[in-house]
Each structure stands twice: as structure tokens, then as C-alpha cells.
């Protein structure tokens, strides 16, 4: 088989995205030596790493999120004679190769479009009911966005595969002593609140600072807020909160935490806080638990899903719902061993190769078709 993987979008952004087009890659390599594999990458930046001899990288000039995309890029795949091609961020080539399958995340962008820029919203309601339409297959992280694809796009039931995503093997309990020197690398103590994502309406960072603001004011905590991850859009409102609610010397806003200090970042803190309205699968959940830090999270679309039995859900609209769970977490010490516990054996039954495994089952099934 010649399949193609679209990679392009591991140069425009970091995060989930990212991670999962590379932890793919690179258990298919592992998984699959007879299959040829071509990653398509972006011309402005290296080819992402690539660890198997069957796979091939193919530089292309078509950038991510153009309004020409789907067009452009059907031009430079004619060549590759591809049976499959694979677009991990849902918009395939309108023309060729033979078979297409896409992986659609989330369907923020439905359920909440005042949560987007106009511009991002009317490039993103352009797309997908074409997209979803002209792929042969679709890949979901969960069933809950398996759920929106068919109550939302009408997509046939048949048409759509849930594959959940992992976590990076890096996130694991770690040593005291690495853990502490993590976290005094951006002077900190270990024991603080977390929150891992982009800075947007979504992850519902108003709400969130609320909650903490009445964490200290009764004298549950008084550790830090720490809010890990870059801006995206609309997020003036974060950065007015923390004014009015006077947390300026509480919160800690780190934008550029590299990958190799996550799994320390995560290990220090007390808990994870991931309050968002909507998320397509929630993996700084899942990575926090594969470190063993408890975790409260909205009881929204797939973050139940994700976490199960081994994280306190919230409603996101109720910051004193939000506050209260943390406090619980912050103060009864046997039900955070309990989450330690719940949550390890949670993160263990996601891995990067079932995930592999999943997707080429898919991949084969359509090809064959």
C-alpha cells in the first residue's frame, strides 16, 4: 500500500494536534514495515521527525487553513500514487487519490461559534460539510464527537470510526527530586493548581479564575494558579479577569513550557483544572492522570469519556461548582490517593499503539472497499 499521512500542520501549531499526527507516525512505523508511507510536511519548516525507513517525507508549498487549500493540494498528491491519503486535520484534497480518510477532532466551531474569530468561523462552516461529504471514512477521538458528526452533519453512522488518542509514554510518576527541580526552573513550589491548554472561550478561563478566586479567599489554598499554553483568540477577557479579581500576583501565565517539562509540570501540581465548554477528546487530562495528579473536568462532550470513574466532573457554567470540586481534591488527602490510583489505571488503557492499530484496520477496510 502507498498511504499518505497529512502532516502539515506539525510547523503552523503545537499541542494535541501535533502530538497526534507525530505518536502516530511513529507507531505506524513500528506497527506496519510493509507499508510506505508518505508524510506530507510543510516546505517553511524541517520534515517532522521521522523514526521508520518506510517513511517518506514530501515537502509541499500548500500552507494549512487556506481558503485554496483543497484545491492546491490536490495538485502536488497527483504525483505520490497514493491508495489512501490521510488529512489529520479534516480537509481533504478535492480531487484524488483514491481513498480518503480524515480525522475531524472537535466540532467546537458548531456548538459555539461566538467562541470564534469571524474569520475562523466562516472558514471552518466552508469546509466541513464538504469535507465530511467527500472523505470516504472518518476517524473521531471520541464518541462524543462521533455523536455531534451524525446529530450535527448528518453523517452516517457507518461512516464514522472512534480511535482515542494517548498520552506521550513521558507522562509517568516521576522522582521527588526531579519533580522539585522542574518546578523550581520557573520558580515554583509543587502543590499548585494547574491548567494545560490554549488561551480561548472554550477552556472557559473565566469561569476557572472565578473558582479560584474563592479558593483563596476561604483560605483553602493559597498556592498558585498556574495556566500553561499560548494565546489563540479572543482571550482579552482572561488577562480582565485576573484584574478585576485582583489575582495578579496568584496567577502564573507560562506560554512557552517546552515538551520535556511537562510530565514535571504536571507531577508538581496538586491538581488539573480543565473546565472547557467543549473538548474533542482532552488530552492534558489524560496526560495528568498518567502522571498521577487528580483531575476536575467539565461534564461536557468527551472529557467523561475520557477520564471515567477517575476524575471529578463539574458543571463549567458554575464556578462554585468548579470551586467546590477543587477544594475537595485540595483537602481530603485519602480522595486523592483514591484519584492517583483511579487515575494511573485510567491513563494505562490508552496507548499510541492501539491507536495504531485502529487506524490502519481503518486504513485497509477502505482501501479494500
Known amino acids: 500500500m502507498r498511504i499518505g499521512i497529512d502532516a502539515r500542520i506539525a510547523h503552523y501549531a503545537r499541542g494535541g494536534i501535533r502530538n497526534y499526527v507525530l505518536h502516530l507516525l511513529e507507531a505506524l512505523a513500528l506497527l506496519d514495515v510493509d507499508t510506505d508511507y508518505y508524510v506530507l510536511h510543510s516546505r517553511k519548516g524541517r520534515p517532522p521527525p521521522l523514526a521508520g525507513k518506510n517513511l517518506h517525507p514530501v515537502a509541499c508549498w500548500t500552507p494549512s487553513h487556506h481558503r485554496l487549500e483543497r484545491w492546491a493540494l490536490s495538485v502536488e498528491v497527483a504525483r505520490l500514487g497514493l491508495d489512501l491519503l490521510h488529512t489529520v486535520d479534516f480537509i481533504p484534497p ?11 477532532h472537535d466540532l467546537n466551531f458548531l456548538h459555539y461559534p461566538q467562541f470564534l474569530t469571524a474569520e475562523s468561523r466562516r472558514y471552518y462552516n466552508q469546509q466541513i460539510e464538504w469535507a465530511v461529504r467527500r472523505a470516504d471514512h472518518i476517524l473521531a477521538d471520541s464518541h462524543a464527537t462521533k455523536s455531534d458528526l451524525i446529530s450535527l452533519l448528518d453523517v452516517p453512522v457507518s461512516k464514522v470510526t472512534v480511535v482515542h488518542l ?19 526552573r520557573y520558580e515554583l513550589e509543587p502543590g499548585y493548581v494547574l491548567f494545560v491548554g490554549t488561551l480561548e472561550p472554550r477552556k472557559n478561563l473565566p469561569g476557572l479564575l472565578q473558582a479560584y478566586r474563592w479558593l483563596l479567599d476561604t483560605e483553602v489554598t493559597m498556592a498558585p494558579l498556574v495556566l500553561i499554553g499560548g494565546k489563540g483568540w479572543l482571550y482579552d477577557e482572561v488577562f480582565e479577569r485576573v484584574e478585576t479579581l485582583h489575582l495578579a500576583g496568584h496567577v502564573r501565565f507560562l506560554y512557552d513550557v517546552p515538551d520535556a517539562d511537562l510530565p514535571g509540570m504536571y507531577n508538581a501540581a496538586s491538581v488539573l483544572a480543565t473546565p472547557s465548554f467543549y473538548e474533542g477528546f482532552g488530552l492534558p487530562a489524560l496526560e495528568a492522570m498518567a502522571c498521577g495528579t487528580p483531575v476536575v473536568v467539565a461534564d461536557r462532550a468527551s472529557l467523561p469519556e475520557v477520564v471515567g470513574e477517575a476524575g471529578l466532573l463539574i458543571n463549567p457554567d458554575d464556578p462554585d461548582d468548579i470551586a467546590q470540586a477543587l477544594a475537595r481534591v485540595l483537602t481530603d488527602e ?3 490517593a483514591k484519584m492517583r490510583g483511579l487515575g494511573l489505571a485510567r491513563a494505562g488503557r490508552f496507548t499510541w499503539k492501539r491507536t495504531a492499530q485502529a487506524t490502519l484496520a481503518v486504513y485497509r477496510e477502505v482501501i479494500e472497499r
Open 94 to 104: 478535492a480531487l484524488g487519490p483514491r481513498r480518503s480518510v480524515i480525522t475531524v
Open 166 to 184: 494517548a498520552a506521550d509514554p513521558a507522562f509517568r510518576p516521576l522522582a521527588e527530586a526531579d519533580v522539585q527541580h522542574v518546578a523550581a
Open 334 to 336: 485519602p480522595l486523592r
